[in-house]
């Protein structure tokens, strides 16, 4: 029936008031949304509706994780979007929460229908062309004002949440970034539910890591906290630093001297507390003192110190590693990772004032389980020795010899487009590298053995490899621990970089 009389569907007829309204009570059926939008699509009744959609059947998409087409994507979405309510999944149960408050969910429905279509235009920003798609749908259906404009903030944000996602979060200046962007409640809590859709509609559920949730959502309980009140949440914020240090200060002088504590805090800087709690603090400094203790025992103390601890239900192995500060040495730990076989998911680095490093990794293997297997552990240990105590030579062979990953093997000839942003916007001051490309065996340690070449340090990273794509952020600096000086020196190491991945 459908079929037979979609000829009469018209632009005029498209855009008469009776038509766009029953549109729109369809888009307000919370749940049912994805089915009914499908079978328009397959009847073409959908383009005529919206025909800023259109352009979107059966266009590719060359970018990481996608494996269906744009319109298809899209459709997955909204079926990921209904399966929200009433799911009996542990990890869908705050998202339906924020669901069910949804008083406009044509609105939410619309942005996720149009979040795409940018990509018609093959522009590298598709979410500006997405949003001034919004406009015009907005316009063209009645929304004004209020509508209009979250419509066209959820199209032109729906990556904002994992951009930031992959930021230091610790950082107020990072929160405070987001909390001018999303401006209030609803508009953050309809980002989370877009965000959750589109990523989840990628590649499945499973493209969604534990990892990568737990920083989504403490980016939104922070993030909530700041729009309550700026002057409220640093006030939290400092009372929480304080609680911390004071539970820090009780937790290690059970074990430590107070001597042994304070220098250990005051040598790490004032950041140190605020980023890892009283447990991490614990084993910290747990793992310094058994380090230094080498060199009392007369122990080859530039033999790094290595602990490792599995956290199962996060889906990966905590790390720490304590050794001297050196050159490369970030370097030639993601060098020894790749030679092992493991994927760095987030690092956390320290350098005390005493020259002492103490860094924190999460990683796993090459199946995002926790690295648990005695071999792979005793592979990295022996390569990190082996590599702090030689030229980087004989470690990039080692990483030549290893074979390509899983998901380089799944992916076959697949090609991905690679892409490098520099972020300087953040209140921080500080320069922040976002880099997007293909996975390979040794990629982490190319990047950071560049950077390295350039002079240069990483202070922070977020590292994540997911289905075959590295997503990795850099914190960096100079060597002298200031900001990096001069625009030529940044393009320079920019134009390395491109160089790195595309090779």
């Known amino acids: 029936m459908m079929r037979t009389r979609f000829a009469l569907l018209t632009e005029a007829v498209a855009q008469q008031k009776e038509v766009q309204e029953t549109f729109l009570h369809i888009l307000r059926q919370k749940g049912k949304v994805g089915r009914i939008l499908r079978t328009m699509h397959e009847t073409g009744v959908l383009g005529r509706m919206v025909p800023e959609f259109a352009p979107l059947t059966c266009l590719v998409q060359h970018e990481f994780f996608h494996r269906y087409t744009a319109d298809e994507h899209t ?73 209009l404009q979250l419509m066209t903030f959820l199209v032109d944000h729906h990556m904002t949440l994992g951009t930031f996602a992959r930021k230091n979060l610790d950082e107020p200046a990072t929160i405070r970034d987001l909390a001018r962007i999303v401006r209030d409640q609803e508009r953050l809590d309809l980002l989370m539910l877009i965000s959750a859709a589109d990523v989840r509609a990628v590649a499945g559920k499973n493209n969604w890591s534990s990892w990568r949730e737990l920083l989504v959502w403490n980016l939104y309980q922070k993030t909530k906290q700041m729009l309550a009140g700026e002057e409220e949440f640093l006030r939290v914020e400092d009372e929480k630093r304080a609680k911390q240090k004071e539970e820090v200060r009780a937790i290690l002088s059970t074990t430590f001297t107070e001597d042994e504590v304070s ?28 380090f230094l203790e ?15 601890l599995d956290q199962s239900e996060e889906g990966h192995t905590e790390v720490i590693i304590v050794t001297w500060n050196r050159e490369r040495l970030f370097s030639k730990i993601a060098g020894s990772f790749a030679v092992a076989g493991l994927n760095i998911l987030s690092a956390n680095i320290f350098t005390r004032r005493d020259d002492v490093v103490v860094d924190t ?48 093997r799944s992916l076959g000839e697949a090609e991905f487009p690679a892409s490098l942003r520099v972020d300087q916007t953040s209140e921080s001051g500080r320069t922040l590298i976002h880099v997007e490309a293909p996975d390979r065996v040794g990629l ?20 994540t ?39």
């Not at 530039?302 to 602990?307: A, C, T």
């Not at 982490?444 to 590292?463: F, K, N, P, V």
């Open 361 to 408: 990794f999460q990683v796993c293997n090459e199946r995002m389980e926790p690295v648990t297997h005695p071999i792979d552990r005793s592979t990295f240990e022996k390569t990190l020795t082996e590599a702090l105590g030689e030229t980087e030579d004989h470690l990039n062979e080692r990483i030549a010899e290893v074979g390509p990953t899983l998901w380089q």
């Open 294 to 308: 080498r060199r009392i025992s007369g122990a080859d103390t530039l033999v790094p110190l290595v602990k490792w």
């Open 465 to 503: 490899t997911e289905k075959g794509a590295a997503l990795d952020t850099f914190l960096i600096e100079e060597n002298s621990g200031e900001a990096v000086r001069g625009e030529d020196r940044l393009a320079r190491l920019i134009q390395r970089l491109k160089g790195v991945v595309s090779r």
């Open 75 to 147: 459709l997955v979405c909204l079926e990921q979007l209904d399966a929200i309510l009433g799911s009996k999944e542990p990890d869908l149960r705050r998202y339906a929460e924020l669901y069910a408050k949804v008083e406009v969910p044509e609105i939410l429905a619309l942005a996720v229908l149009l979040h795409d279509t940018g990509k018609a235009e093959l522009t590298r920003n598709h979410e500006e062309v997405g949003a001034a798609n919004a406009v015009a749908v907005a316009r063209r259906f009645g929304f004004w004002g209020r509508e």
């Open 444 to 463: 982490l340690h190319a990047l950071t053995r560049a950077i390295a070449d350039e002079g240069m340090q990483i202070s922070g990273a977020r590292i």
């Open 263 to 290: 220098q250990h805090l005051e040598r790490m800087g004032p950041a140190y507390v605020r980023m890892c709690p009283p447990a991490l603090v614990m084993r910290h400094l747990g793992a310094v003192h058994e």
